[in-house]
């Protein structure tokens, strides 16, 4: 079957390139690589297509259009995807390059660090092994300027309507003025009105103070994100100040993962903490605000004297985890509003390549990494299945 397969597939670029000459190379490539992507698929599930083998490690699962720019021309390539994957890993053809942008944006943070002095020799050996050659000033200015345009054009660009978002930041070792500082990397999803998602941007700072969640919150505006009908965040204050001032009347959801751990911090006993949880969950699971107020109600009286420092707290705090219950949202909606999880997974896809580098020579080199890094994310949310889904069913 695999043979008749190959032989069609040849027989058609060969048809190409008769009728159509040097003209048809774009289409004959194309065909070659679609064929060369599947066969890979198969090598790589260990099993050909409705094959049932004990080896078998996932399942064909569709094709996702993709656009690659090559020297015969611009050509539409079919992506082969997978599904259910056992050990997690992710399959990619290696005939297309995944993750170009934050490779180029991670070698240029090596070599800068290493240019300024603070590598290690386990830096340098990295260093020559992803650069492939000796690490000059000229050879980093030429390998991020391209680089730089095309993230910072992508951080500028246009937005629109957005009617959920989710705010977050991290914090990232950079060398400032001479010393090692901890620098914030502020970071904004967005869920448009078709359920889809984006990362609206990214920002560095050398703190999460209001100042600069003011700014940053202000770029959003200015890019013309508007439509908002919910911010998702956790409870610092900075952050919260900033979006009271830059979106008044916009509801705010305090985060239902970090309200639980912030409650941990008032379970008089170790004993006691699994069972708080388990009943401040009953509560953000009510089916709406009314029986979720009647829950916290309770849970006040039940721990007003084992536990009064943790009753207090849950009265005045629990409740800014309740703004979810007001759009009229179906269970699966919420469950996807609720908390900043998304973007605390997106922390850790960032996570995974500022590890390498350890500490950014600059907060230049932090963002462009974060960029490449948040701009490919962002392209595969976009161009896959919705988020946010439409109801319950």
């Known amino acids: 079957m695999t043979d008749r397969k190959e032989s069609t597939s040849i027989d058609r670029v ?33 099993a050909a297509p409705y094959e049932r083998t004990a080896e078998r490690r996932g399942y064909a699962n569709g094709f996702k259009d993709k656009r690659v720019k090559t020297r015969v021309g611009e050509i539409g390539l079919r992506v082969p995807q997978a599904r259910d994957v056992k050990g997690g890993e992710r399959f990619y053809p290696s005939s297309l390059e995944r993750g170009t942008r934050s490779e180029r944006a991670l070698k240029s943070a090596l070599a800068e ?18 650069c492939g050659f000796d690490v000059t000033s000229m050879d980093v200015s030429r390998a991020v300027q391209l680089l730089d345009e095309e993230l910072e054009k992508w951080r500028t660009r246009k937005l629109g309507r957005y009617e959920y978002v989710i705010l977050d930041a991290r914090y990232e070792k950079v060398r400032h003025d001479g010393s090692v500082r901890n620098c914030a990397l502020l970071i904004a999803i967005g869920i448009d009105e078709n359920g889809k998602r984006s990362v609206l941007g990214t920002s ?88 979720a107020e009647e829950k916290l109600s309770a849970f006040v009286t ?92």
């Open 204 to 291: 560095v700072s050398l703190s999460e103070a209001e100042i600069h969640w003011r700014e940053f919150l202000a770029s959003l505006q200015d890019r013309g994100l508007h439509g908002v009908k919910m911010i998702t965040s956790d409870d610092h204050r900075g952050l919260k100040a900033a979006i009271t001032a830059r979106f008044a009347g916009v509801l705010w959801q305090r985060c239902q993962v970090h309200l639980q751990r912030n409650a941990q911090g008032y379970v008089p006993r170790v004993e006691l903490r699994k069972k708080i949880a388990e009943e401040l969950r009953r509560i953000f699971q009510a089916a709406d605000r009314l029986e």
């Open 113 to 130: 660090m290493y240019l300024q002095g603070v590598s290690t020799r386990r830096v340098l050996k990295i260093t020559q092994e992803l």
């Open 14 to 46: 060969m048809a190409i390139l008769t009728e159509e000459g040097f003209d048809g190379m774009a289409n004959a490539v194309a065909i070659l690589i679609d064929e060369a992507m599947k066969l890979e698929r198969d090598v790589w599930l260990r």
């Open 302 to 393: 039940k721990w007003a004297k084992k536990a009064s420092k943790l009753a207090s707290w849950a009265e005045e705090n629990v409740p800014e985890g309740f703004a979810v219950f007001d759009l009229g949202l179906t269970t699966s909606q919420r469950r996807r509003l609720r908390t900043s999880n998304s973007i605390e997974n997106l922390n850790q896809q960032v996570k995974r390549r500022t590890r390498v580098v350890r500490i950014f020579s600059n907060e230049a080199a932090l963002l462009r990494l974060a960029s490449a890094v948040l701009m490919e994310i962002s392209e595969d949310w976009e161009s896959g299945k919705r988020y946010l889904p439409r109801d319950d069913a």
